[in-house]
């Protein structure tokens, strides 16, 4: 698939996550719970913080390594420092953070959701990434592969 056709524009990881974040709030709007106690909202409070930091320290990493986000697009460097250290997909693990912390925060039964919402980022973003990655860098990515996992 061409990376500027209409499909390739529409079938990015931010749409899905924003289709996730609608998905949930929906679901609060037509099967509302009880109100959580109050540390349930802070944990949800506590993994939007978290992966927004999470989320600020990669850009930073693609930032300093001058290569691209873009998920269909070629790499130009393999990143291993910061979140990359401990995660190969740490604005993945942020987006689900996100998603998770905003379940916990509306009293949604939405968890569902998020389970989806790793399962469609797995299936559609994450296999062609990492195939791209050892097309371009071989034993260098092998090596970053079994060193790190996909998620934590």
Do not use: K
Request: proline fraction near 8%.
């Amino acid at each position: 698939m061409n990376s500027r056709s209409p499909r390739a524009l529409i079938d990015t990881p931010p749409v899905w996550l924003v289709l996730g974040i609608g998905l949930a709030w929906a679901q609060t709007l037509w099967a509302p719970l009880w109100p959580s106690p109050p540390v349930v909202i802070w944990v949800g409070i506590a993994l939007i913080v978290a992966a927004a930091v999470l989320f600020v320290a990669a850009m930073r990493e693609f930032r300093r390594h001058r290569t691209t986000i873009v998920p269909r697009e070629v790499p130009v460097s393999l990143l291993t420092a910061g979140p990359y250290a401990w995660s190969r997909n740490p604005i993945y693990l942020a987006d689900a953070l996100i998603l998770t912390g905003l379940v916990l925060t509306w009293d949604a039964a939405a968890l569902w959701v998020v389970a989806a919402f790793v399962a469609v980022i797995g299936a559609r973003f994450i296999p062609g990434e990492e195939a791209g990655c050892a097309r371009v860098f071989g034993a260098a990515w092998q090596a970053y592969a079994a060193r790190v996992r996909r998620w934590l």
